[in-house]
């Protein structure tokens, strides 16, 4: 089963960027869905954005999209997120999530294990 | 978009069989059959246990089925184990084309 395995946790002062990756093993998620997804703590789960790794398109937030960027590696193994203006508010766990579809529906199946992210 | 609305906290004995429910609104639920439900251990990442609203990956166990009605939908976990015990969440792609999750269910087998 594909796994997908997150850069380690950050820390990182108020106004910087953050930039976390997501390798994706045993399988090149090259067409599929590539989601970021965070949760800070308290709130409940946002979905961030996705990528589509084989054409590179980008679909963001409403939230996010001022400050977000998604890219993927030449090779289709790894994806990154991208977020800048830091603030404490973006404290959190972040995660990147495959999607896949069946029928005409498409659903999280396989996340990352999480970054946790600290800004002060 | 708002988030979906699950209670917070439910609790069960072994053996026993408990429902979380998910509701939203026409806009997310009710608009197509992408929800989903998905367990998380604490420190860990989520995984799938239902998909398109009752589907099941082959290696989830039966104990595990959903429903939908309208603008909620539902999880029911039979024969309550130990380590059921985790928190569930349910998501929703939206039609402006974004997604949404629920709060969140903390379960306790006592």
């Known amino acids: 089963q594909m796994q997908l395995t997150q850069s380690g946790a950050e820390v990182k002062e108020n106004g910087s960027s953050l930039k976390i990756s997501c390798r994706a093993s045993d399988y090149i998620f090259t067409y599929t869905y590539l989601h970021w997804v965070r949760q800070v703590p308290g709130q409940v789960l946002e979905w961030m954005g996705w990528i589509t790794p084989y054409n590179g398109n980008l679909r963001y937030s409403q939230t996010f999209q001022d400050r977000l960027t998604i890219t993927r590696s030449s090779s289709l193994t790894f994806a990154y997120m991208e977020l800048s203006g830091l603030r404490p508010e973006d404290t959190g766990i972040y995660y990147c999530v495959r999607s896949s579809l069946s029928g005409s529906q498409f659903y999280f199946d396989s996340w990352g294990q999480g970054t946790r992210v600290t800004v002060s | 978009q708002s988030a979906l609305t699950q209670p917070a906290s439910m609790s069960g004995s072994p053996g026993q069989s408990i429902t979380i429910s998910c509701s939203g609104s026409s806009d997310d639920i009710g608009n197509d059959d992408s929800l989903s439900w998905y367990q998380r251990y604490p420190d860990k990442g989520p995984t799938l246990l239902i998909f398109?609203?009752?589907n099941r990956p082959s290696h989830i166990s039966t104990r595990f089925s959903a429903s939908k009605s309208g603008n909620t939908a539902s999880l029911t976990i039979s024969g309550l184990q130990l380590q059921d015990e985790a928190e569930y969440f349910c998501?929703?792609?939206?039609?402006?084309?974004?997604?949404?999750f629920g709060g969140g269910t903390k379960l306790t087998v006592l």
């Open positions: 998501a929703s792609h939206t039609k402006r084309g974004s997604w949404v």
């Open positions: 398109q609203v009752t």
